[in-house]
Each structure stands twice: as C-alpha cells, then as structure tokens.
Nanobody, 118 residues
Framework: QVQLVESGGGLVQAGGSLRLSCAASGRTSTLTMGWFRQAPGKEREFVTAISTYGRTNYADYLKGRFTISRDYAKNTVYLQMNNLKPEDTAVYYC?????????????WGQGTQVTVSS
C-alpha cells in the first residue's frame, strides 16, 4: 500500500473548474490510480482511472468534463474538472491498486471536498 494525499478541493460556481492532485508517498508507476467520489447520503462511486500505461477510463455520466492524468516522476495523479455542476458536489477520493480495466484498490486518501454552487 501507498499513502495518498489529495488536495485542490474547494468551493466553485457552476460552470467553473478545479484541479485535484493526489500525491503518493511511494512509487506508483506500477499501480492503477483512480478517483472516486461520495456525495452526502449516497454511496461512493467511480469517477475515473488511469492505468500504468496511461490508458484511461471514465464514468459515463461525466460526458467529457473531467480528465485524469499522472506524472510518473512526481508520483502524482491529477483530476482536471471542467464545467462543474452542483451534482458534482462530493468528497473526492484518490485510490491506488491493481488491474485494468477493473481495478482493485487497496489504498485510499482521506478525501478532499468539492462544492459546486448553483
């Protein structure tokens, strides 16, 4: 397992953008990295993931608004979120694990709050 720390959350108006970062304590180049989110009263849901080779997978509901990327040298994964909507309000969690496209995640960050006002 690796230690993951998210940052970049905050309050933004609908239509705005945010960029989340996830810094890992160890080497993550051989791991599948993912982002999940959990809204109040709802279950945690998959947002996006990126494989060790840079392949990406997104939840259908995103419709191209979010982009995941990774910096292997910095052991950091990013989530660029554009055209944010109030329904994107949630705690966003970074995760690390194995397997593609169905990742099995065994490391989780503490989460970062994203709030989108209408």
């Amino acid at each position: 397992q690796v230690q993951l720390v998210e940052s970049g959350g905050g309050l933004v108006q609908a239509g705005g953008s945010l960029r989340l970062s996830c810094a890992a304590s160890g080497r993550t180049s051989t791991l599948t990295m993912g982002w999940f989110r959990q809204a109040p009263g709802k279950e945690r849901e998959f947002v996006t993931a990126i494989s060790t080779y840079g392949r990406t997978n997104y939840a259908d509901y995103l419709k191209g608004r979010f982009t995941i990327s990774r910096d292997y040298a910095k052991n950091t994964v990013y989530l660029q979120m554009n055209n944010l909507k109030p329904e994107d309000t949630a705690v966003y969690y970074c995760s690390a694990g194995y397997g593609w496209p169905e990742g099995k995640y065994d490391s989780w960050g503490q989460g970062t709050q994203v709030t989108v006002s209408s």
